[in-house]
């Protein structure tokens, strides 16, 4: 079945330390996006690529980077910059057409 | 910030329907309503969208009021597993919106009960 992978599923990290969320989808959908998710909030966006070797900063791109190497592929690098790491992390694709989203699982991070 | 009102929370009897409410007054023409739910922990679902036009599948229904500004997802016969938060989101096309983000609010917390 078609869907998206996400994975680790639970992901420790010392502090000070980068750290790669890893996202792929078998959907052929050409836009991908990166949200993070707070205990009791909504979702918030951290970039976003809508095609292969390029990608836009989302609402809170600050101390996360990304890459688009692939159409399957989008990961996520936390990096010793970003100040609250420590939320649950969603990967997200569309086809670029009002159709709906498909989420992954998610990966919950914790800064220990 | 969320183009849309939802209530916080609410409760349906197990095998009733639920009807989630969602204003979103200020929607533009090219713009569609979206409904997602998330169960706790799991990432979001789609389940709906429309325009104008009700709609309906296999999940729920989609009633949209004729000047737009407001609408509401039905399930029309509730089970436990319908327990979790119902996001309404007003989004334009993919192909229009920078990137197509969704943009979230709190959305609705639905908790079925025996």
């Known amino acids: 079945d078609g869907g998206i992978t996400q994975s680790p599923k639970y992901l420790f990290r010392k502090e000070g330390q980068n750290v790669t969320l890893s996202c792929e989808q078998n959907l052929n959908h050409d836009a991908m996006y990166w949200y993070r998710q707070d205990p009791g909030q909504g979702l918030r966006l951290i970039y976003y690529s809508q095609i292969v070797n390029d990608f836009q900063k989302g609402d809170i791109a600050e101390g996360y980077s990304v890459s688009r190497e692939k159409k399957e592929s989008f990961p996520l690098t936390v990096t010793s910059a970003q100040k609250n790491p420590t939320a649950f992390y969603l990967c997200?694709?569309?086809?670029?057409?009002?159709?709906?989203?498909?989420f992954g699982s998610g990966t919950r991070l914790t800064v220990v | 910030d969320a183009k849309t009102t939802q209530p916080p929370s609410m409760d349906c009897a197990e095998g009733r329907a639920a009807n989630l409410p969602c204003n979103h007054s200020?929607?533009?023409?090219?713009?569609?309503v979206y409904w997602y739910r998330q169960i706790h922990s799991q990432g979001p679902q789609y389940i709906i969208h429309g325009l104008k036009n009700n709609e309906t599948n296999e999940m729920a229904s989609l009633i949209i009021t004729e000047d737009r500004k407001s609408s509401t997802l039905i399930l029309p016969h509730a089970t436990l597993r319908d327990t979790a938060v119902y996001y309404c989101i007003v989004s334009p096309p993919a192909i229009y919106n920078q990137g197509g983000k969704l943009i979230f609010g709190q959305g609705t917390e639905l908790s079925v009960k025996p």
């Open positions: 200020t929607i533009s023409g090219n713009e569609y």
């Open positions: 997200a694709s569309n086809p670029r057409q009002n159709y709906g989203y498909t």
